[in-house]
Nanobody, 126 residues
Framework: EVQLVESGGGLVQAGGSLRLSCTASKFTFDEYSIGWFRQAPGKERERVSC????????YYTDSVKGRFTISKDNARNTVLLQMNSLRPEDTAVYYCAAVDGIVTFTLRDFESLGSWGQGTQVTVSS
């Protein structure tokens, strides 16, 4: 069974930084598409950033471009999301998810095919 564990969330002031980690057990990310998603209270889940384990190609939603960076640490079987210049509107529960065997960056594919972690809370104070 695929297992994903997120860590690194917390409380930070606006303008600050956090680094989220998504660590996989029982599989490696090489053939997976991995995504970070977030859900704020009362809002729908949204896609934040994705990376293809196969090609290394990446995706960022417009609101995080230039502030967030997704990367893979193959030695630790971990996908990182470096979040800089955080804003109060970034406050949400952040989830990582992984889809096996296809290169996809769509929320629909991750929700229908993917394995998900339990989430980590990110709170940005103004």
């Amino acid at each position: 069974e695929v297992q994903l564990v997120e860590s690194g969330g917390g409380l930070v002031q606006a303008g600050g930084s956090l680094r989220l980690s998504c660590t996989a057990s029982k599989f490696t990310f090489d053939e997976y598409s991995i995504g970070w998603f977030r859900q704020a209270p009362g809002k729908e889940r949204e896609r934040v950033s994705c990376i293809s384990g196969r090609s290394g190609s990446t995706y960022y939603t417009d609101s995080v471009k230039g502030r967030f960076t997704i990367s893979k640490d193959n030695a630790r079987n971990t996908v990182l999301l470096q979040m800089n210049s955080l804003r109060p509107e970034d406050t949400a529960v952040y989830y990582c998810a992984a889809v096996d065997g296809i290169v996809t960056f769509t929320l629909r594919d991750f929700e229908s095919l993917g394995s998900w972690g339990q989430g980590t809370q990110v709170t940005v104070s103004s």
